[in-house]
């Protein structure tokens, strides 16, 4: 009888310790994956880069100094993006 007792609280100490480090791996991936958000989330303006319709892009600006980022265009119609400069890209 003692050795089943044993076995049920070996059981109940490893799946403790598993949960813990879970939460721990989530809580540093999370921790990660929110300064990413809060990078894109500055906005494009807040970045060094322009918002533009790929006409406007295609128009107006070379094309060998900007690159295409996720960085989010505040308020503006559908379809603009946000280009930054390769200069700052490179710098960041």
Do not use: H, W
């Not at 076995?7 to 721990?24: D, E, M, Q, R, Y």
């Not at 295409?68 to 960041?92: E, F, H, M």
Request: aromatic residues 8%; glycine residues 10%.
């Amino acid at each position: 009888m003692k050795k089943a007792q044993s076995l049920s609280i070996n059981t109940i100490i490893i799946a403790i310790l598993a949960i813990l480090v879970l939460v721990i791996i989530g809580v540093i991936f999370t921790g990660r994956a929110g300064l990413f958000g809060q990078e894109i989330a500055k906005g494009c303006v807040a970045n060094g880069g322009i918002c533009l319709t790929a006409l406007e892009y295609q128009t107006n600006y070379n094309s060998e100094g900007y690159k295409n980022t996720d960085y989010i265009c505040p308020t503006t119609p559908s379809g603009k993006v946000c280009y930054v400069p390769l200069a700052v890209i490179n710098r960041g």
